[in-house]
């Protein structure tokens, strides 16, 4: 065995993952990287452009290329290239890493930037920071159900398609330098082999919906806007996926997502800080549950008895670990420390070792990494939750209008969003699909936050507040044209009110 | 019942209305209203009039209107008090009705409406698309799209009471001051209520406050209307009345309904004037009262600051409706809503100038330092991660302002002699087979970009509207409505800083100075 093999890691942090079908242990992974990703399977193709990154870091970074460099390498994209001076070419470039460094994801090394994405020019090959999430969201959208895949990947194509748009037009001129045959490349996709659950099928709904749906709006041809939608409600897709798959795979209570209309009410808040707690602790009780199955099917053989405390102390015993920074030796002791701890409280020995373990690989594994930091930082790159900044104090599930805007759109079908339906009912769509509540009804939603223990810990006016804060999301939607408020107070949903 | 009586009830509850008066009380209360004109043509050629809105909108009243003529009409009189079996049954009497040329009248608040053409949808196909079709185009942006058949459909939520012209302020007042007429004498507050609203000045202030309103863009149901003006004449006679209320210009701004509210965004005690505040409270002011100047003054109550204070916000609304002088006052009413207001009243007649001015300040959401007004800049800002705002813009592309329109909607002709207002304005192209794609302006939007015309920081807006008109921009390029700027020319905006960068991307090659400023 490689001396440095470490079982947290590798064995268990990668089965995990595999499980998973993704690696949720990065707090880098931003939404531009989970486009980069999704773009990139769903076309097949990824797009060379050392030349345009060279441009689009501007010489305030360190080993930028200078411009007067560019100017010479890059002297026949001017139309005169003598009369350009080097200060115009460094506030042009200052301008263009605003346009294409949004989201700062483009770094002085090119292999592991990726830039704005505005069309199938800007695809970049696999950064480590996209976490296998390309793939895992193109296998649901690839799936075929009733003999087609999602038209959220058709949608996805062709906008890529379009290059006429004002972030491609600024960087034509590099890009014709090289015939498209040298650019764009193609790369090697596997046969998908998806393992259909019930959370990808909620999600593979949620796409199609989408997807059908921007059709309806007539947005289908605003490539941008096309590319925003669908990877913001990938964005979603991915959080949604980690707090429901314990839910899915263990049979664990589903977690009521309270979104927060931001209107400022405490208990609302609050409850909604409780419900993406919750989101989180999900993702540590997934980790535990796999880990116990995972070490259930070690049975006789690396464990002589998973019902023996002895026997799984052996096991910890055995195990190979390693760490940079760390004595294993320490490493060891903390995990047979908890074991013992969880035992002497009455766990099953396997139950005891799954625990020790998950808490072994998010202290020592993933100690700025884990899972629970992935919900963070997608929740609130994704428009889920908030406030942004990592100074805030009660992160919940704020929702940012636009995400909003979309995960309605993927819950509602297309005739009876024409069609129009009461608030009410848009909060029953909701949490039929995502459990997803937003105080329409104030006893069914109240008594779920109730049953996953929030509810008991917010101020007593939850209750009252759940009914304005419905108000407040029926706000945002008219503020969008997709609701109209009449005076009795019915607030109806459509496209067409 | 006395008058009085009958007034006052008119603030009390939602119990109290058309539903529990009876037939010679409702006559005194019964103001002419356009509906009942629409009502009686659409009935009288044999159509099923659908009379959709709120509960407090009259439409009780309606129908009484419509049956004092046609005593054995089909009426529907509330949908929402069928049960599901009964329903059945008036869905095949509608249905009759429909294929026999039988006219009947049926009213429904906006879920029961809904909740019928989900019926109709499963039953009747034909008369639910063509109920649908009506009631999605009640009102329309020029041109009409549905033929009115056997159906039509009234929705009182389009109808606006509030505003200068359409007013049903003044008609109220005056009824109630002749009903009020047999209670002179009883209250000294009701008697000077009745003599204040009867002055013209008095009367215009009042309205001004009812337009105001209006211009939120709330609907307002005719039961809050008539509460508002009946608590205005009559707080002072109520049991538990609070003797500070009693004057009219207090009152409006004491009640507790919905309208009343909203009134007190713009109570005249929020405008301030050092120097008249201070004419005020010393009493110095003695100039231009229509009816009396004030008995007593703020300055003159030494002893208790609280009471002092209470009676100089009296003053000061006193002051706002009675003073010939209170002109300066009233032009501290919110800016954007004043604006608002008048860029309404003028849309026809300034049209070129609104438009310009709007597209001006539309250009503004992206570059704070652009003054571009005849041509509509099509932004471009990009991103994925929404924890982010967008810094940066681009522009490649324009609309050119002479191809777009400034409209607004109005009722469909059958509809004309509604009372309406509309809550929005609408910017669109004027290509005939575009005329869905538009950028509706309601009235928030209108005060956010007056405010940015102001100079108001468009980085403390919220980006809400930004993203609304990038939608309407690039539904317009999509439809290759957009043109290129002259020579390739391409504008970076660096929104936080308001600074730009102007490059030309002509035959694909740069060209990096490019001279000229936006």
């Known amino acids: 065995m490689n001396k440095n093999f470490d079982t947290l890691r590798d064995e268990y942090g990668a089965k995990l993952c595999m499980e998973l079908g993704f690696l949720p242990t990065s707090n880098s992974t931003k939404p531009l990287y989970i486009a980069n990703a999704l773009l990139r399977e769903s076309t097949g193709r990824i797009c060379e452009m050392q030349d345009v990154h060279k441009w689009v870091v501007s010489e305030r970074r360190a080993k930028a290329t200078p411009s007067k460099e560019l100017l010479d390498e890059f002297s026949t994209v001017f139309s005169d290239s003598g009369a350009e001076k080097v200060e115009e070419l460094q506030e042009v470039r200052f301008y263009l890493e605003r346009v294409f460094n949004p989201d700062s994801t483009v770094h002085p090394d090119y292999t592991f930037s990726v830039m704005n994405i505005s069309s199938k020019w800007l695809i970049h090959p696999y950064v480590k920071a996209e976490a296998g999430i390309g793939r895992f969201l193109f296998e649901i959208l690839n799936e075929q159900i009733n003999g087609t895949s999602s038209p959220a990947l058709e949608l996805l194509r062709a906008a890529l398609q379009q290059d006429d748009d004002d972030i491609t037009r600024l960087i034509k001129p590099i890009i014709i330098r090289k015939p498209e045959a040298e650019r764009l490349k193609k790369i090697p996709l596997e046969p998908t082999s998806i393992s259909f659950n019930q959370s990808k099928r909620v999600i593979r709904a949620g796409f199609d919906r989408l997807a059908k749906n921007i059709v309806l709006l007539g947005q289908a041809e605003d490539s941008l806007l096309v590319l925003r939608r669908l990877v913001c409600f990938a964005s979603f897709a991915v959080f949604f996926y980690l707090e429901d798959i314990n839910h ?23 409850a ?91 202290t020592y594994t993933y100690p700025n990494n884990t899972p629970s930091d992935f ?92 009914s304005q804060n419905a108000q407040g999301i029926a706000d945002m939607l008219i503020s969008l044209d997709l609701a109209k408020r009449y005076a009795d107070g019915v607030t109806i949903i459509g496209t067409e009110v | 019942m006395s008058n009085l009586q009958l007034i006052k009830r008119l603030y009390r509850g939602k119990t109290c209305y058309s539903d529990a008066l009876s037939e010679e009380e409702l006559e005194l209360l019964q103001l002419p209203s356009g509906v009942d004109v629409i009502v009686e043509q659409m009935v009288s050629e044999g159509r099923i009039v659908f009379l959709t809105g709120n509960p407090g909108d009259g439409k009780t009243f309606i129908i009484r209107t419509a049956r004092k003529k046609r005593p054995h009409l089909y009426v529907i009189s509330d949908l929402n008090s069928i049960s599901d079996t009964q329903m059945d049954e008036e869905i095949q009497r509608l249905l009759n009705c429909y294929h026999n040329h039988i006219p009947c009248i ?57 505003d200068k012209e359409r007013s049903i302020v003044k008609l109220t007042v005056d009824k109630f001051i002749v009903l009020l007429q047999d209670s002179l004498g009883s209250n000294s507050y009701l008697d000077y209520n009745i003599r204040a609203l009867s002055d013209s000045l008095v009367l215009q202030q009042y309205i001004k406050i009812f337009s105001l309103i209006s211009l939120t863009g709330e609907h307002f149901a005719i039961r809050d209307i008539l509460g508002t003006v009946a608590y205005s004449f009559t707080a002072c006679t109520f049991e538990d009345a609070d003797v500070s209320w009693g004057y009219y210009y207090d009152a409006i701004f004491s009640g507790d309904n ?31 009262w229509r009816l009396g100047a004030p008995e007593k003054w703020p300055y003159e109550i030494e002893e208790d600051v609280e009471q002092a204070v209470n009676l100089f916000k009296s003053i000061k609304r006193k002051f706002y409706f009675e003073n010939e002088l209170s002109k300066g006052l009233e032009d501290l009413q919110p800016v954007d809503y004043n604006e608002c207001e008048k860029i309404l009243i003028s849309i026809r007649s300034k049209n070129k100038e609104i438009k310009r001015r709007l597209i001006r300040s539309m250009n503004k959401l992206f570059l704070s330092s ?149």
């Open chain 2, 258 to 288: 919905d309208l009343m509210k909203i009134a007190t965004n713009f109570d005249p005690i929020l405008l301030s004037k050092p120097s008249l505040d201070e004419r005020l409270w010393n009493g110095e002011l003695v100039d231009g």
């Open chain 2, 370 to 518: 652009d003054m571009e007004c005849d041509r509509l800049r099509v932004w471009t800002t990009h991103g994925f991660d929404l924890s982010r705002e967008f810094g940066a813009a681009v522009s490649t592309r324009y609309i050119d302002g002479a191809d777009l329109e400034l409209t607004f909607p109005e009722p469909v002709k059958w509809l004309d002699r509604l009372e309406y207002t509309p809550s929005y304005i609408v910017l669109r192209h004027k290509k005939k087979d575009l005329r869905k794609t538009y950028l509706k302006i309601d009235l928030d939007m209108l005060k956010t970009l007056i405010a940015i015309e102001k100079g108001y920081p468009v980085a403390l807006l919220s980006t809400q509207y930004e993203q609304k008109l990038t939608q309407f921009l690039h539904g317009l390029c999509s439809a290759r409505l957009a043109k290129d700027y002259s020579y390739g020319e391409a504008i970076l905006s660096n929104r936080r800083e308001g600074t730009c960068k102007k490059i030309s991307i002509e035959d694909d090659k740069y060209e990096l100075s490019v001279g000229g400023t936006l």
């Open chain 1, 248 to 270: 899915t795979e263990f049979a664990a209570p589903k977690i009521p997502l309270l979104l927060d209309a931001g209107l400022g009410l405490g208990a609302i808040e609050s």
């Open chain 1, 272 to 362: 909604s800080s409780g419900s993406f707690l919750s989101c989180k602790k999900a993702v540590e009780a997934y980790t535990i549950n796999f880990l116990e199955k995972y070490l259930t099917g070690l049975n006789g053989q690396y464990i002589l008895d998973i019902n023996s405390k002895k026997a799984i102390e052996d096991y910890i015993n055995s195990i190979a670990l390693h760490h940079k920074k760390i004595d294993v030796d320490e490493i060891r002791r903390v995990i047979l420390q908890h074991y013992n701890g969880y035992c002497e409280k009455g766990e099953a020995p396997i139950r005891a070792i799954a625990r020790s373990l998950q808490f072994a690989l998010y």
């Open chain 1, 375 to 466: 919900c963070n930082v997608i929740g609130k790159r994704g428009g889920l939750a908030g406030p942004a900044g990592s100074a805030a104090k009660q992160v919940r599930l704020l929702i940012h209008r636009f995400t909003l805007e979309n995960l309605i759109l993927s819950v509602i079908e297309p005739e009876r969003l024409q069609e129009g339906l009461e608030l009410r009912e848009l909060g029953e769509y909701l949490r039929d699909s995502y459990l997803v509540i937003i105080g329409t009804d104030n006893d069914v939603d109240y008594s779920l936050l109730a049953n996953a223990k929030i509810a008991q810990d917010t101020p007593e006016n939850l209750r009252s507040e759940l």
């Open chain 2, 106 to 162: 049926v009213a429904a608040n906006e879920y029961p409406f809904l909740s019928l053409l989900r019926k109709l949808a499963a039953i009747a196909p034909d008369f639910h698309k063509e109920l649908l079709g009506v009631k999605q185009n009640t009102t329309i942006l020029n041109y009409p799209t549905v033929q009115l058949g056997r159906i039509c459909v009234v929705d009182l939520n389009d109808r606006s009471l509030l």
